[in-house]
Each structure stands twice: as C-alpha cells, then as structure tokens.
C-alpha cells in the first residue's frame, strides 16, 4: 500500500491536472504501465518470460505504451501521456524520472548483452526524444523533445538536438567551441 500511496502521490506532483487519488488510479494509463511492469518484470526475473512478455502485450494493447519485461524501473518514474513510450530489454530508468510521450529507450541493432540506456535519478525525457544504444543520461539531465541522443550525457546537464547536444551543463549555457561531445 505504501509504494500504491507513493505512486499516486508522483502522479499530483508532476500533473497539476491530477485531482484525487481514485481519478488517478482510474485514468492514468502510465501508471497501469508501470504497475503491470512490475508484474512483468518479477515474471521475467523467475524465469517465467513468456508470461511475462504475454502481460506485457496486453499492457501495450491497453496502455499504449511498451516496456519490456526485464528493463529496469525506479521509484517515483512518472509517465506523462505515455502513447508510444517504448523501454527496451536492457533499459534502466533511475529513481524520480520523467518521461513523455513518444520517448524511446531503444537499441541501435548493432550492440550486443547491455543495448538499452540507463537514465540516472532525476532524468526528464520529454516528449518523441529518441535515446538510443548502451549509453548513460546522468543525474538531473534534461533531454529537449525530439531530440536523439546516441552519445552519454553527463550530470546536469541539457541535451537537444539532431543529433544531440548539450547546451547547458551546471546550469550554465554552453558555448558552441566548448560543447561536450
């Protein structure tokens, strides 16, 4: 009960739109993602994949949004609209992490064992921003929407672009000559 209060709670914290508790619980699609992952992924890790991969369909179908079942999800992650969200196999999303619609934590189909992103605490992902390959997004990052990232982005730091760049790093703006690559 206390991780369903803390669940709730993200919720009001991150949407002004969140009334109350029962509306949150009947209406937020990334929250009955996040819920039926955590299903999935007990399945996956006891060895009862298929299960899980089966329940992680029909999350999808009933969501619209795609987590595999042994990618790896804090506490507090909050999914914003979440249509088209994928998290891929090896994915790990840190603790108070924000992601919006359209997000993909994907491979690049060229990687091999560790293929997903790992998002460290406090990342925020807005929305369509493609993240792709066994690279790091660091703590308190922001990565701009539609943005695709293939490279690892260091701590506080804001990401955009095609590909990505970091343009503010500690809060302050980056210069082009100084960028980090």
Do not use: C
Not at 16 to 34: D, N, V
Not at 37 to 66: C, D, Q, V, W, Y
Not at 131 to 136: Q, R
């Amino acid at each position: 009960m206390n991780r369903l209060k803390e669940d709730i709670l993200t919720v009001k914290k991150h949407d002004p739109a969140a009334r109350y508790a029962l509306e949150i619980i009947l209406t937020y699609p990334g929250l009955h993602a996040l819920w039926l992952h955590r299903l999935t992924h007990f399945l996956h890790r006891h060895k009862l994949k298929l299960i899980g991969r089966m329940i992680a369909t029909f999350s999808r179908f009933l969501t619209g949004i795609e987590i595999h079942p042994g990618a790896q999800i804090g506490r507090r992650v909050f999914i914003d609209h979440g249509m088209g969200l994928v998290i891929g196999e090896t994915a790990k999303v840190g603790n108070d992490v924000v992601l919006f619609h359209g997000v993909t934590l994907g491979g690049t189909g060229k990687d091999r064992g560790k293929r997903h992103p790992t998002l460290l605490d406090g990342a925020y992902i807005a929305a369509h921003a493609q993240i792709l390959g066994p690279i790091t997004i660091g703590k308190n990052s922001k990565i701009g929407a539609s943005s695709v990232v293939l490279k690892s982005i260091p701590d506080n730091a804001t990401a955009v672009g095609l590909p990505a760049k970091v343009v503010r790093l500690n809060g302050k703006r980056v210069e082009e000559e100084n960028m980090v690559k």
